[in-house]
């Protein structure tokens, strides 16, 4: 009896042996399976914010085009170096202020090369801007660059700026000594960030200073992009999520 006993006992030890076993194999497999789908979730999640990101920067270079555009165009031109050389207000007039709603433009500065403003032309929604306060250090950039884009803070305003170095239409690779300076300036204010976001399809945030970092989860976008002065120091930052 005793020994029917213990074979008893023995099956009984190799089956809970075999079950425990068994267990353990569908919980390590539940368990890869588990970390193969986290690491699909964090790949597919990583892609989709690549994608967005990549989304947003696309629009923001689509946006600036026309601002680049102008400037590039109204800086190689005759008819401009010789303004600069002897203003006419009756000629930028009729010549300069329409540009900056045909561009998309909120307002437009022209400079001599003493920086000294010679001629502002401002649309419906640059009506509020000023004089263009730039410090020395920004023309010499400009100068030294030829054709550069920067955002300041104005007012309370940041103004997205394209600014260039005017030349004569024969000085097409723009060596020769520049004439004046042209600027043309957006504000991103709430209205152009609503209309941003509404064709990024993201919510966006402008912020002086970076937002603390943070782990997104999956499904989750978060991008920032810096926004840099004229001397390429960030001074804003667009915070899309």
Same mark, same amino acid.
Request: net charge positive; hydrophobic share 45%.
């Given at each position: 009896?005793a020994t029917g006993v213990e074979t008893v006992r023995s099956i009984n030890s190799?089956?809970?042996?075999?079950?425990?076993?068994?267990? /353990?194999?569908?919980?390590?497999? /539940?368990?890869?399976?588990?970390?193969?789908?986290?690491?699909?979730?964090?790949?597919?999640?990583?892609? *989709?914010?690549?994608?967005?990101?990549? #989304?947003?920067?696309?629009?923001?270079?689509?946006?600036?085009?026309?601002?680049? #555009?102008?400037?590039?165009?109204?800086?190689? $031109?005759?008819?401009?170096?010789?303004?600069?050389?002897?203003?006419?207000?009756?000629?930028?007039?009729?010549?300069?202020?329409? /540009?900056v709603r045909t561009f998309e433009a909120d307002a437009l500065w022209v400079f001599? *090369?003493?920086?000294?403003?010679?001629?502002?032309?401002?649309?419906?929604?640059?009506?509020?801007?000023?004089?263009?306060?730039?410090? +020395?250090?920004?023309?010499?950039?400009?100068?030294?660059?030829?054709?550069?884009?920067?955002?300041? $803070?104005?007012?309370?305003?940041?103004?997205?700026?394209?600014?260039?170095?005017? %030349?004569?239409? /024969?000085?097409e690779d723009r060596l020769g000594t520049p004439y004046g300076y042209l600027a043309?300036?957006?504000?991103?204010?709430? +209205?152009?960030?609503?209309?941003?976001?509404?064709?990024?399809?993201?919510?966006?945030?402008?912020?002086?200073?970076?937002?603390?970092?943070?782990?997104?989860?999956?499904?989750?976008?978060? %991008?920032?992009?810096?926004?840099?002065?004229?001397?390429?120091?960030?001074?804003?930052?667009?915070?899309?999520?």
């Amino acid at each position: 009896m005793a020994t029917g006993v213990e074979t008893v006992r023995s099956i009984n030890s190799r089956i809970t042996a075999l079950l425990c076993l068994t267990a /353990a194999a569908f919980i390590a497999a /539940a368990v890869a399976r588990h970390q193969t789908i986290s690491a699909k979730s964090r790949e597919i999640a990583a892609q *989709l914010r690549e994608d967005r990101s990549r #989304t947003l920067e696309r629009l923001l270079e689509l946006r600036s085009g026309s601002l680049k #555009t102008m400037v590039s165009d109204y800086t190689f $031109w005759d008819e401009m170096a010789a303004f600069v050389a002897k203003p006419d207000t009756r000629w930028a007039r009729d010549n300069l202020a329409p /540009a900056v709603r045909t561009f998309e433009a909120d307002a437009l500065w022209v400079f001599d *090369l003493q920086k000294k403003e010679i001629f502002r032309a401002a649309g419906p929604r640059g009506a509020g801007l000023a004089s263009l306060h730039l410090p +020395p250090g920004a023309f010499t950039e400009i100068k030294r660059r030829r054709l550069m884009r920067f955002f300041l $803070w104005s007012g309370g305003v940041l103004l997205e700026v394209h600014a260039a170095t005017i %030349h004569s239409s /024969a000085d097409e690779d723009r060596l020769g000594t520049p004439y004046g300076y042209l600027a043309v300036a957006r504000r991103w204010d709430p +209205p152009m960030l609503s209309a941003l976001a509404r064709d990024a399809v993201c919510r966006l945030e402008l912020l002086r200073r970076p937002p603390p970092a943070s782990g997104d989860r999956p499904g989750e976008f978060a %991008h920032v992009h810096p926004l840099a002065g004229w001397n390429g120091r960030d001074i804003a930052y667009l915070h899309a999520t």
